[in-house]
């Protein structure tokens, strides 16, 4: 799956690769609806009949930048647009200036279709507000175990515990900053869910 984003006379398109296996993703903004084909299952839905478009920031586990669409018809199953493609099982591609064209002009479409389209940017609040209690909660608890090591002297299970601690600031951080939940107004999307 070479091209990712592509304006032609029939609307723009976009392609992902969610896995190493199987086919890719390619969906179209056509002149009324969002079209796609996953997995080799066509569909389409008017841009009406979308009711919830949800971006988030959602590193890979392989350590890149990615960032997710959900889009959520008013009947039928989520779906879903990552900015990243796997080119190997230890790479991912990022496809992060094609994906944010697409995602800009789904939701310039979306907001003129008239209908009642929700748009929220980050986690949901079930999910954003434990998850910022449990990294609270784990960093004062390394932060308990480094200044435990540093009193007995144990330099290098110190080191140990305070490289834990940087690491797990780094990859935690930007999770829950640019995951604030939050509505939006399709004319202005957060910055912090685009890449």
């Not at 032609?8 to 890719?24: K, N």
């Not at 949901?124 to 090591?149: C, D, E, H, N, Y």
Request: glycine share 8%.
């Amino acid at each position: 799956m070479n091209n990712q984003h592509e304006n032609t006379s029939e609307g723009i398109a976009y392609a992902y690769r969610p896995r190493m296996i199987g086919s890719g993703n390619s969906f179209r903004l056509g002149q009324h609806s969002l079209e796609w084909n996953m997995g080799g299952y066509p569909g389409q839905i008017a841009y009406p009949m979308i009711a919830t478009v949800r971006l988030s920031y959602r590193p890979s586990n392989l350590g890149s930048r990615r960032f997710i669409a959900e889009i959520w018809p008013r009947s039928g199953a989520k779906i879903e647009i990552a900015s990243a493609s796997y080119k190997s099982p230890v790479a991912m591609e990022d496809q992060g200036p094609d994906y944010r064209a697409f995602i800009l002009e789904l939701h310039r479409r979306v907001a003129e279709s008239g209908g009642e389209c929700r748009f929220e940017a980050g986690f949901a609040a079930w999910r954003w507000w434990p998850m910022v209690a449990i990294s609270i909660a784990a960093a004062v608890g390394l932060f308990f175990v480094a200044l435990q090591t540093l009193r007995n002297g144990d330099m290098p299970t110190m080191f140990l515990v305070a490289a834990f601690v940087f690491l797990f600031a780094w990859q935690m951080w930007p999770l829950i900053t640019r995951n604030q939940p939050q509505r939006y107004d399709p004319r202005y999307i957060p910055e912090r869910v685009l890449p």
